[in-house]
């Protein structure tokens, strides 16, 4: 069901306009950089293009790109970083503004003060959404209502960050690690 409706009577296309999504390595198409946020859709003006763009800290680096949001991209995105990649995915994703959203690994390909930044724009894109966040970074998601641990394909464990710190080891020990790292990172 999705907001009460039961799916089997939506078509393919009803059903896939209800899910948006970005992936770990989300494809960048040839074309220029609007092109690749609004995804042909020409419904979305070109001031909402540059707003998803301010909103996941994309738009610094289009602008200095030669024709800035009408710079010509080849497919695969390769005149583009990582992150820089990651963040037309993201912007593409808010504009769709679907009920649902999948996150694959939203936040890999960026650096910690970009990631910071992008992470408090996807909380709010999410809010009153169902949203599936799939991450190794577990400060990334432990705002979640609700966490599955997984480890090769099996459920370790369901619940709220603080619940599953108490009861599953394997979720512990991925935190333990995960602040050592960033304290490393620090010092």
Not at 29 to 51: M, P, W
Not at 75 to 81: N, R
């Amino acid at each position: 069901y999705i907001d009460g409706i039961d799916i089997r009577q939506l078509s393919k296309k009803q059903l896939r306009s209800a899910i948006g999504q970005m992936q770990q390595d989300e494809f960048i198409f040839e074309g220029d950089v609007a092109y690749n946020i609004r995804l042909n859709d020409d419904t979305i003006t070109d001031a909402q293009v540059k707003a998803a763009a301010e909103y996941v800290n994309a738009s610094h680096f289009i602008e200095k790109l030669p024709q800035g949001y009408q710079t010509v991209i080849s497919e695969g995105g390769a005149s583009l970083s990582g992150g820089e990649r990651q963040r037309v995915a993201i912007a593409r994703a808010i504009l769709k503004d679907s009920p649902i959203i999948l996150l694959d690994e939203a936040l890999s390909s960026l650096d910690a003060e970009n990631a910071v930044a992008i992470q408090k724009g996807i909380e709010e894109m999410i809010k009153g959404k169902t949203a599936f966040l799939v991450s190794h970074t577990l400060s990334y998601i432990q705002n979640a209502d609700q966490i599955l641990v997984l480890s090769d394909g099996i459920l370790q464990g369901c619940g709220k960050h603080e619940e599953l710190l108490q009861t599953v080891p394997l979720y512990q020990t991925m935190w333990e690690k995960e602040k050592s790292i960033k304290n490393w990172k620090l010092a």
